[in-house]
């Protein structure tokens, strides 16, 4: 079955370095997302991406966060000055296309960003 | 977006059936119920989805009541492996992104 892929699974960086994490999304899917957990808190949602271009950040998606589609197949998120606060599970997701019948997206395994 | 109340946790026990309800008293007409499941240190992942009465997948049943102001996830049989986190979503905004609330923590006992 095939499957949303992230790397790395864990990254350790130190507060104001820029990190990038990377996300592979099943590939014949066209809407892609970044959405972020700390620790013992909720799902937040980042990003929404489609047609090589943002459809909507939320407000935690600030000026130090960018993301790219480099290639066909590669999603990726870079924060460019880490701070503290930006430690938490980051999700990759992706669906196909929007079915206004289905809202099933397909989450990556997250990598855990922590920001010394 | 409507607005859902589940209950912070439950616990159960193996081989039992598990019952989470989810209430949404302001659903929309067009608004679908989903919800996810999500297990520590992992992304979420898509349980099942329904809009009336009733759905059944190989992983659980969704119940739904013709008013729709509430729906049931059912789990049957539970095992050790089902302790996780179970979402609750309901509808959708113009960008699809998914709205996680605190979800119902299911802890399965041996």
């Known amino acids: 079955e095939p499957e949303v892929t992230q790397t790395p699974s864990h990254q350790v960086t130190q507060m104001g370095q820029e990190v990038i994490l990377r996300c592979v999304p099943i590939s014949n899917h066209l809407y892609f997302y970044w959405y972020r957990q700390i620790l013992g808190q909720k799902v937040e949602f980042l990003v929404s991406?489609?047609?090589?271009?943002?459809?909507?950040k939320s407000e935690i998606f600030d000026d130090q966060f960018s993301v790219e589609r480099p290639d066909g197949s590669n999603f990726t998120l870079k924060i460019r000055s880490t701070k503290l606060e930006d430690s938490a599970m980051y999700f990759c997701?992706?669906?196909?296309?929007?079915?206004?019948?289905?809202?099933?997206?397909?989450f990556g395994p997250g990598t855990r960003l922590t920001v010394t | 977006l409507a607005k859902t109340t589940q209950p912070i946790s439950m616990d159960s026990y193996e081989g039992q059936e598990v019952n989470i309800t989810c209430s949404h008293n302001?659903?929309?007409?067009?608004?679908?119920i989903t919800w996810y499941q999500q297990f520590p240190s992992q992304g979420p992942r898509f349980i099942i989805q329904g809009y009336k009465t009733k759905v059944t997948n190989e992983v659980a049943s969704l119940f739904i009541p013709a008013d729709r102001k509430s729906s049931t996830l059912s789990l049957p049989r539970v095992s050790l492996s089902d302790t996780a986190v179970y979402y609750c979503l309901v509808g959708m905004d113009s960008s699809y992104k998914l709205i996680f609330g605190s979800g119902t923590r299911l802890l399965v006992r041996p």
């Open positions: 991406f489609y047609n090589n271009e943002i459809s909507e």
């Open positions: 997701a992706s669906t196909p296309i929007w079915d206004r019948g289905s809202y099933e997206q397909y």
């Open positions: 302001n659903i929309a007409t067009n608004d679908y």
